[in-house]
């Protein structure tokens, strides 16, 4: 607050003259009332605003407690529900494939009967060179080792296949030699009939493994 500096009497507001003696107010005194008016109105605006600060804080605060007291509150009473673990489903064990049986059959084909009795009826007509010796030597050689074999899965094995390629070397030079000459008789069809009996026991003499 400005005073007078003649008598001291505080000035009120912005007066030009003292209420106490007339002096006139100087400019100094004034711009001394102005700056203190401006400093209340300062502190009068910051203690306000403190106050509603604090007010908006304490009521924040409180809302907080509230929310979180009524959260509580439900959580104790409505308690989440508690999921069921359903039991594990048992799978059925795997099936496992049959295994599949192969039956092993030995014996012999059809053309190892074929194969007896063209030869028979060879060494029965009497045509007794000394090839045809040696086709019907290598034919009881193939026929032994066949029969002793019979029981096995494949009785025709490399020794009686050898003999059999042997002897088809033999049939067809004989075959070969009837033709040049064009001596066609019933014995050519018989060494006809051997060959391919022979060509035949080669990829079908042992029974199919089923």
Same mark, same amino acid.
């Given at each position: 607050?400005?005073?007078?500096?003649?008598?001291?009497?505080?000035?009120?507001?912005?007066?030009?003259?003292?209420?106490?003696?007339?002096?006139?107010?100087?400019?100094?005194?004034?711009?001394?009332?102005?700056?203190?008016?401006?400093?209340?109105?300062?502190?009068?605006?910051?203690?306000?605003?403190?106050?509603?600060?604090?007010?908006?804080?304490?009521?924040?605060?409180?809302?907080?407690?509230?929310?979180?007291?009524?959260?509580?509150?439900?959580?104790?009473?409505?308690?989440?529900?508690?999921?069921?673990?359903?039991?594990?489903?048992?799978?059925?064990?795997?099936?496992?494939?049959?295994?599949?049986?192969?039956?092993?059959?030995?014996?012999?084909? +059809?053309?190892?009967? !074929?194969?007896? $009795?063209?030869?028979?009826?060879?060494?029965?007509?009497?045509? #007794? /060179?000394?090839?045809? *010796?040696?086709?019907?030597?290598?034919?009881? +050689?193939?026929?032994? !080792?066949?029969? $002793?074999?019979?029981?096995?899965?494949?009785?025709?094995?490399? #020794? /009686?296949?050898?003999? *059999?390629?042997?002897?088809?070397?033999?049939?067809?030079?004989?075959?070969?030699?009837?033709?040049?000459?064009?001596?066609?008789?019933?014995?050519?069809? #018989?060494?006809?009939?051997?060959?391919?009996?022979?060509?035949?026991?080669?990829?079908?003499?042992?029974?199919?493994?089923?």
């Amino acid at each position: 607050m400005a005073y007078c500096t003649n008598c001291g009497q505080p000035l009120l507001g912005q007066a030009k003259f003292c209420a106490g003696c007339g002096t006139k107010v100087l400019a100094e005194q004034i711009r001394t009332y102005a700056s203190g008016y401006k400093e209340k109105m300062h502190k009068g605006v910051e203690q306000q605003l403190k106050s509603s600060l604090r007010s908006y804080a304490n009521s924040t605060i409180q809302k907080k407690i509230s929310q979180m007291a009524e959260k509580g509150i439900s959580a104790i009473l409505d308690p989440p529900p508690i999921e069921k673990k359903s039991a594990p489903v048992s799978q059925p064990p795997p099936v496992s494939e049959p295994a599949i049986e192969y039956e092993v059959q030995g014996g012999v084909t +059809i053309w190892t009967w !074929l194969y007896l $009795i063209v030869n028979v009826i060879i060494a029965v007509r009497g045509y #007794l /060179s000394n090839e045809v *010796i040696g086709i019907l030597l290598c034919s009881i +050689i193939v026929l032994l !080792l066949v029969f $002793i074999r019979r029981k096995k899965a494949k009785p025709y094995y490399w #020794l /009686s296949k050898l003999l *059999i390629v042997v002897q088809m070397v033999v049939v067809a030079s004989i075959l070969y030699r009837h033709v040049m000459s064009q001596h066609f008789t019933f014995t050519s069809l #018989l060494f006809a009939a051997l060959l391919y009996i022979d060509f035949s026991l080669l990829f079908k003499g042992n029974k199919q493994i089923k």
